[in-house]
């Protein structure tokens, strides 16, 4: 029989699917918060509905001390104030308790690009082999797109219109984008669709553009070992991974004078602050083609 607390959790999860929208991957992350939340608060003889803001403080605090990154634990807080906040507009609790953490400072990294050179390098056509042209197709549609690994992994045929040159795609909170597609993708899709789809398909009826070599859908670990192993028979000395070039497709528009709205739409940003940290990395590179080129730069 599930209990009270197991029913609140159920309740808070099924309420951030249906009314906020949030990725699956996001909710489990938010329900192993709130699992070891209630781990915690169990050793300190209390609940859900009965821990006051010092429980909470010294949870997090607990996590600080064995090492967390201060993303994790800013996600955390992130988790307590959003829960806590659906106790008290359902009803469950009277007060807050979350109200007065504090989230800790980040310094946000700038994300890993690749150079145009080292990306040109990496859409040549690997081995000749079958997996190849899939290979080959699923690269030139991340840096053609922007897509998100989940959004790549997850497009189905009826997604894409080669003709017109642009793919569909579900995004965080699934928001529907259009975002055009490259003529190298394009023809690297049709490369791929040409037979060698059809052959993994087998006798399945599956309508996920990319498949692996059972039929299936391709994973997110899947598509992590196609990379590494891209990368290796491309001589390439660092390790590559998809968000790279989700992050070189944005940095590489706005090189060539793309505004930031549009980079925004195509991203699939809600916020077009979370987009503006690519401008942080062009004016880095201006800066760098001063310094490299200029007389009196020094």
Known sequence: MMTSEEQLMKQYLTYLHVERGLSENTRQAYERDLRQLQSFLKQRGTDFTGCEGNDLFLFLLKWKDIGRAPRTIARCNATLRGFFVFLLNEGQRNDNPSTYLVTPKLNQPLPKVLSEG?????????????????DLAMLEVLYSTGLRVSELIGLRLA??????????????????????????????????????????????????????????????????????KWGKNHNLERTISPHMFRHS????????????????????????????IYTHLTRKHLVDVFKKAHPRAD
Do not use: W
Request: glycine share 12%; hydrophobic share 35%.
């Open 249 to 276: 497709f944005a940095t590489h528009l706005l090189d060539h004078g793309a505004d930031l709205r549009s980079v925004q739409e195509m991203l699939g940003h809600a916020d077009i602050a979370t987009t503006q």
């Open 159 to 228: 997604d894409v219109s080669l003709d017109v040159g642009y793919v569909r795609c579900l995004g965080k909170g699934s928001k529907e984008r259009i975002v055009p597609l490259g003529e190298p993708a394009v023809r690297a899709v049709e490369g791929y669709l040409n037979g060698l789809r059809n052959r993994l398909c087998g006798k399945g009826k599956s309508d996920i553009l990319f498949l692996n070599v059972h039929g299936r859908p391709l994973t997110r670990q899947g598509m992590v070992y196609i990379l590494k």
């Open 118 to 134: 080292t990306m040109d390098k990496l859409l040549q056509a690997g081995e000749e082999s079958d997996l190849s042209l899939r």
